[in-house]
């Protein structure tokens, strides 16, 4: 009997279900509707208020959240302070090359920098394999913030518009190439102006003849012709590297060639052993390592350069 | 989630949920909004578990809000005996939630016809009538055993209680059915 009545009480209730209003169908559905989209809303969100409910969670993401800012507070302090040396060094060195009596291609040329060498006796360890050995490296590090917190400096307080008459002044010839330079770029040639009423008013004619020029050179270059100059320009008084760029100037094309191929040599000879190109290798970044140059028949001009081709 | 199972499990069960509902509280709107309500919760916190749990689940969230109807239904009940004197003689301030519209029209439907033989509407209304008044227990007892086909365990979960109270449910809802609904044996 009992197993009747449960058929047939669910065969009635299925047929009453099936016959359901209109109304109830439609209700139905719409609240199925709404139960899926709750859930779908749901799922789309991280679990984030079940996992920090409890206040102790809270307090404990706080203090490591805090704990990890302050490590990057302290990481970035640290390193502005040693960009900004960076910068100081590098717009130094910037403004004694845009107001040197040489033009900058004298320092690109290996030739030269071998027949200045030669005739003053120096040892070979000075301009050329100095730079080999990676002298002068610390131009390097003038990229990294950039490129880590790209933008992350309010360039617009470094806005053409913002300068003061003197910057300005200083930077004319510069002045349609500022938007496009990075504001790092900007600190440096601000140092430079800043510093620009200290020059003779020969100096700042020629420093602001050679400014277009010089940040139209590839970076390469520019890091590369730094390097070298900063390498010679104590040791070799300005009087002696102009008598010594005339003699140069004077020399035959076979002799200049000679003294490129020397050059080369000397590259090579000072070149980094297997072991040492091997610690050389495991420097952090390629951008912070001075390649050995190509040959200089195929590059004379910049035979020493770089691989690293950022703007600077 | 798998909305597409879990949009599957509520089709195949929402009718169903609904005569539960309709039974246990003798209102349509009042069963929607329990279903809906159901419907809801399971799919926000139970709608990463297995779907196997689902039915289960459903059923237990089904029930747990008909009881809270109940509850709810019990104290308005007690406050308003308070003031009974206040309320006009044959007016009752309850009636609303009692107009099962379905139940009352198949009532009527049967009292027209009180000599012809039993139409299946007629059997459909008998047995809402006789299901609706079991007590809520072994109402909610008998349907999920032998309507929602739960097992013994399953439907001790969905009605939070033991299996030796649902056997004890399931066995008084039987008795009095069969006495109530003669009219089905063979």
Known sequence: MDDDLIYKTRQVLEQSGANLPPRVTASLAAARQKALNAAQLKAGQPHLRKRFSSPTAIWGVGLTFASFIGVLIALNGAQRTSLDLDIGRIAAIDQKMIVDRLPVQAYLDPGFLVFQEEGLGQPASTSVTSLVNGASIAIREFWSLDQLFPGAKNSQTLAWAKLTNNQREALAPLESLWTTFEPTRKKKWLKIADRFHLLTPNEQVRAQERMQEWVSMPASDRQQARAIFDSVVEAVPEEVRIMKWNEYQKLSPAERARLVELAAQKIADASPTPEQKEIADASPTPDQKVSPPGPAQTRPRSALSATSDKPF | ?186
């Open chain 2, 1 to 186: 989630m798998n909305s597409k199972a879990l949009d599957h499990f509520l089709v195949a069960t929402e009718r169903r949920a609904f005569r539960i509902a309709m039974i246990g509280v003798k209102n349509e709107e009042t069963a929607l909004d329990i279903v809906q309500l159901a419907m809801m919760r399971l799919a926000e916190k139970y709608g990463h578990h297995d779907p196997t749990e689902w039915p289960m689940l459903f059923q237990r969230i089904l029930q747990n809000a008909i009881l809270d109807h109940h509850r709810r239904l019990k104290v308005r009940r007690a406050w308003l005996s308070l003031f009974s004197e206040l309320v006009p003689a044959g007016q009752d301030p309850e009636s609303s939630d009692y107009s099962d519209t379905l139940l009352i029209d198949i009532a009527d439907e049967a009292h027209r016809e009180p000599e012809a033989r039993m139409s299946q509407r007629q059997v459909q209304a008998e047995l809402n009538a006789a299901i609706g008044d079991l007590p809520l227990r072994q109402q909610q007892a008998f349907l999920l055993r032998y309507w929602e086909g739960l097992d013994i365990t399953q439907t001790a979960l969905a009605m939070g209680c033991s299996e030796g109270s649902v056997k004890t449910h399931c066995s008084r809802a039987m008795k009095k059915l069969s006495e109530t609904l003669s009219f089905l044996k063979p």
